[in-house]
Antibody
Framework: QVQLQQSGPGLVKPSQTLSLTCAVSGDSVSSNSAAWSWIRQSPSRGLEWLAR?????????DYAVSVRSRLDINAVTSKNQFSLQLNSVTPEDTAVYYC?????????????WGQGTAVTVSS | DIQMTQSPPSLSASVGDRVTITCRAS??????LNWYQQKPGRAPNLLTY???SFPSGVPPRFSGSGSGTDFTLTISSLQPEDSGTYFCQQSFTTPRTFGQGTKVGIK
């Protein structure tokens, strides 16, 4: 059974960096049949896909234009986890953040989700 | 970006009713359309993928259809546990995009 376990702070000060980690069990972040995404949800923006990373003989990453200049997504194969770093946060980045697996066998639907991390950006 | 438009934004129906939610993409996405159910305080849960396929464990009262730009999620006989918010999402291209959601309530 594939599980995703998120970790990271719930409170970040404006202008600082938000760092979240998603630990994968039951699958490999280096799988050739999956991609690993970060999504956030807020009342004002709804569900907003942020980025994904995947391995197909080498690592690839895709980003949402709205956060491209501030966001970095990385996989750490030795720990079987992937992470999100969002720089220069503002109160607009307050949201529940989720990690998720996109499964090629399911049309790249997001079939496994982390538990979510409620992040507040405030001084 | 591909815009996903759902309707209605909310609905209330009785147990046993047939419920239909629609989703329209701003450009053709083939059958790269997924539906999710979300309960309050929980992560979304994949309900259908590839427009009309189901992960194991999804009750047969749920069905999905459509291709191109127009898609439908149908609940053939609404049950109390079906209350929640339903989202469509395209996986045709990045950035992935979601509909704004349809909140389903039980009368």
């Amino acid at each position: 059974q594939v599980q995703l376990q998120q970790s990271g702070p719930g409170l970040v000060k404006p202008s600082q960096t938000l760092s979240l980690t998603c630990a994968v069990s039951g699958d490999s972040v280096s799988s050739n049949s999956a991609a690993w995404s970060w999504i956030r949800q807020s009342p004002s923006r709804g569900l907003e896909w942020l980025a994904r990373t995947y391995y197909r003989s080498k690592w690839y990453s895709d980003y949402a234009v709205s956060v491209r200049s501030r966001l970095d997504i990385n996989a750490v194969t030795s720990k079987n986890q992937f992470s999100l770093q969002l720089n220069s946060v503002t109160p607009e980045d307050t949201a529940v953040y989720y990690c998720a697996r996109e499964a090629a066998a399911r049309g790249y639907g997001m079939d496994v989700w982390g538990q979510g991390t409620a992040v507040t950006v405030s001084s | 970006d591909i815009q996903m438009t759902q309707s209605p934004p909310s609905l209330s129906a009785s147990v046993g009713d047939r419920v239909t939610i629609t989703c329209r993409a701003s450009q053709t996405i083939g059958t790269y359309l997924n539906w999710y159910q979300q309960k309050p305080g929980r992560a979304p849960n994949l309900l259908t993928y590839a427009a009309s396929s189901f992960p194991s464990g999804v009750p047969p009262r749920f069905s999905g259809s459509g291709s191109g730009t127009d898609f439908t999620l149908t609940i053939s006989s609404l049950q109390p546990e079906d209350s929640g918010t339903y989202f469509c999402q395209q996986s045709f291209t990045t950035p992935r995009t979601f509909g704004q959601g349809t909140k389903v309530g039980i009368k």
